[in-house]
Structures are given as structure tokens and as C-alpha cells.
């Protein structure tokens, strides 16, 4: 059964900072990953798609990595802002069960000014 | 496109009662899930359609919950009766097609609280 581990659960950073969220997966027979943000009290929004067969995704200031043999996607954001706080949820998409996600518990960024 | 929609936004309910959430998915996407988020189990997987065919409802916690997807356009998700552990913030989401590409859009959920 696919898991899904993110670390840190949470990271308090000072404004301007670069910082580094990890995902890893513990079964590499993956469609893509997806990386969404959720406000407090929000849905979730979708940030970037990885698809199997790439190692990486740029999105303005966010980038997405993923070692698919590995298990391991980061997801790098950029002199970092107070808006950017928020929890940040990585999810895989197998191969063999549809268009199933398999959520990783998030990582809950905070941004200080 | 409005994007997924869900109704009603916050479900406050007594105990036994019965609940119905909705979904409305974006236009034209095949495929449609159920997830249930708390804080101790993050979010869970309850049950996925496809072209308004149920195709697992392994995630499904017990005989009190079903759900029904009557159009493309259109899904329910019934708690009946309801218990106070069933509180949870409920998500819809759709996606279309298959494979590499296929990207999940998420409603801005349920938040549903029973007394």
C-alpha cells in the first residue's frame, strides 16, 4: 500500500528565507505527483504536476523536483513571503488504481514578517 | 469554469440525523472523488467514480455512507444517521482522463459538524 511521508509537519521561517519542503513515497509505480497549497479553512489548490517522467517543475517562484526511483520530490520556494503560509500537501497518483490520490499529512509553512 | 462546487459550505446536524453533501464537478472532467480530511488521519479517500461509475469504495467507513453520481454532473454524498465521529472537513474533487497529465482540481469542501 502506497505511503506518503512529508517532513517537516511544520517550519517557521523568516521572511525572504529559501526553503525546502521533502515528500517521499514508499512505491514508485506513479503516474505524477502533485504538490497543492491549503489556506486555513480552504480547499486545496493545485501548485504544480509532476508527470513520471519528469525530474522537474518551475512555477514562478516555487520548483518541484522528483527521483521517482528514489521516492523523493521537493518542492523549493523561493526568497520566501508572508503570504506564502500556508500547508503544503504533496500527493501521488499510481498507475494501478485510477486516478486515486494518496495524500502525504502536509507541511505547515509559516512565513514571518 | 466555476471550478469543483460544493453545497452546502458548513452542515451543523444533531446526532442521527441524515446528511447529504454535494458536488457539482467541472465541466466536461470523467472522473470524481470523495475525501474526508481530519486532523488526526489528514485526508482519506472515500470513494471514486468514473464516467459516474463507482469503481472503489474500499475508503468508505461503514454502511451509513454511500454516495451516488445520478449525471456528470452531479454527486451525493449521504451519511445516514449521522455520528459526532463523522465529523470532518468532506471534499470533492474531479480530474480528467488518465495517466501522466491527469491533474486532480479540489472544491473548497464541507465542513461538517455533528452534535
Known amino acids: 500500500k502506497q505511503e506518503v511521508t512529508q517532513i517537516p509537519a511544520a517550519l517557521s521561517v523568516p521572511e525572504g528565507e529559501n526553503l525546502v519542503l521533502n515528500c517521499s513515497f514508499t512505491?514508485?509505480?506513479?503516474?505524477?505527483l502533485q504538490w497543492f497549497r491549503q489556506d486555513p479553512g480552504k480547499g486545496l489548490t493545485s501548485l504544480l504536476l509532476?508527470?513520471?517522467?519528469?525530474r522537474e517543475q518551475t512555477s514562478g517562484r516555487l520548483n518541484a523536483s522528483l527521483d521517482k526511483s528514489s521516492g523523493r520530490s521537493t518542492l523549493y520556494i523561493a526568497a520566501s513571503q508572508p503570504g506564502d503560509s500556508a500547508t503544503y500537501l504533496c500527493?501521488?497518483?499510481?498507475?494501478?488504481?485510477?486516478?486515486?490520490?494518496?495524500f502525504g499529512g502536509g507541511t505547515r509553512l509559516m512565513v514571518k514578517p | 469554469d466555476a471550478g469543483v462546487i460544493q453545497s452546502p459550505r458548513h452542515e451543523v446536524t444533531e446526532m442521527g440525523q441524515e446528511v447529504t453533501l454535494r458536488c457539482k464537478p467541472i465541466?466536461?472532467?470523467?472522473?470524481l472523488f470523495w475525501y474526508r480530511q481530519t486532523m488526526m488521519r489528514g485526508l482519506e479517500l472515500l470513494i471514486y467514480?468514473?464516467?459516474?461509475?463507482?469503481?472503489?469504495d474500499s475508503g468508505m467507513p461503514e454502511d451509513r455512507f454511500s454516495a451516488k453520481m445520478p449525471n456528470a454532473s452531479f454527486s451525493t454524498l449521504k451519511i445516514q444517521p449521522s455520528e459526532p465521529r463523522d465529523s470532518a472537513v468532506y471534499f470533492c474533487?474531479?480530474?480528467?482522463?488518465?495517466?501522466?497529465?491527469?491533474?486532480?482540481?479540489f472544491g473548497q469542501g464541507t465542513r461538517l459538524t455533528v452534535v
Open positions: 467514480f468514473n464516467n459516474n461509475v463507482p469503481i472503489d
Open positions: 474533487a474531479s480530474s480528467l482522463g488518465t495517466g501522466w497529465f491527469t491533474e486532480a482540481f
Open positions: 512505491d514508485s509505480a506513479i503516474y505524477n
Open positions: 500527493a501521488v497518483m499510481e498507475d494501478n488504481a485510477g486516478n486515486m490520490l494518496t
Open positions: 465541466s466536461g472532467h470523467n472522473s
Open positions: 509532476i508527470q513520471s517522467s519528469q
